[in-house]
T-cell receptor, first 112, second 111 residues
Framework: SQTIHQWPATLVQPVGSPLSLECTVE??????LYWYRQAAGRGLQLLFY??????ISSEVPQNLSASRPQDRQFILSSKKLLLSDSGFYLC???????????FGDGTRLSIL | LAKTTQPISMDSYEGQEVNITCSHN???????ITWYQQFPSQGPRFIIQ???TKVTNEVASLFIPADRKSSTLSLPRVSLSDTAVYYC????????????FGKGTRLHILP
């Protein structure tokens, strides 16, 4: 069966520090991968999605970036975090575009 | 992308059947309707997906009228653990497109 791993579960970072969140999927090949952010009490905001290695689409201009160095690995990064980057970050995968998505447990990021 | 509209919140009682309706007037011919459930501090969980008429699984039923401009998620005999946010999404499964999660419906089950 397929599983998705996302870490860390919680993270506290100072403003201006770098960020790296990692997501890996097991049990499937060539998945579509997604990064979302959810502010407290709000809906999910799609940040990036990828249909293959090295193929990243950005949905929202910001100081975040994403990379897909391997088929089942998706990384969310920032060189300098802002206070507004606080939130709940979720990684998800699907077999094909717009197929049901399967989410990881999320990373709660707090910026101080 | 077809826009969806759903109630912001709903209350119900344990043991009741709950129906959450989603409006999607601009749904396209190839669009499917998908529902997710999200508990606090967790990622959304896929509940059910359908294209027309009725779909049922072990968790819920999805009713879609002939014009497909709305859909209703039906949760039979809810319990306190069904308190969550429920999202209705519409998208084309065959296109390299992306689904937009709205704010969902916050369902609160009372004892």
């Amino acid at each position: 069966s397929q599983t998705i791993h996302q870490w860390p579960a919680t993270l506290v970072q100072p403003v201006g520090s770098p960020l790296s969140l990692e997501c890996t999927v097991e049990g499937t090949s060539n998945p579509n991968l997604y990064w979302y952010r959810q502010a407290a009490g709000r809906g999910l905001q799609l940040l990036f999605y990828s249909v293959g290695i090295g193929q990243i689409s950005s949905e929202v201009p910001q100081n975040l970036s994403a990379s897909r160095p391997q088929d089942r690995q998706f990384i969310l990064s920032s060189k300098k975090l802002l206070l507004s980057d606080s939130g709940f970050y979720l990684c998800a995968w699907s077999e094909r575009p717009n197929q049901p998505q399967h989410f990881g447990d999320g990373t709660r990021l707090s910026i101080l | 992308l077809a826009k969806t509209t759903q109630p912001i919140s709903m209350d119900s009682y344990e043991g009741q059947e709950v129906n959450i309706t989603c409006s999607h007037n601009n749904i396209a011919t190839n669009d499917y309707i998908t529902w997710y459930q999200q508990f606090p501090s967790q990622g959304p969980r896929f509940i059910i997906q359908g294209y027309k008429t009725k779909v049922t699984n072990e968790v819920a039923s999805l009713f879609i009228p002939a014009d497909r401009k709305s859909s209703t998620l039906s949760l039979p005999r809810v319990s306190l653990s069904d308190t969550a946010v429920y999202y209705c999404l519409v998208g084309d499964r065959g296109r390299d497109d992306k689904i937009i999660f709205g704010k969902g419906t916050r369902l609160h089950i009372l004892p």
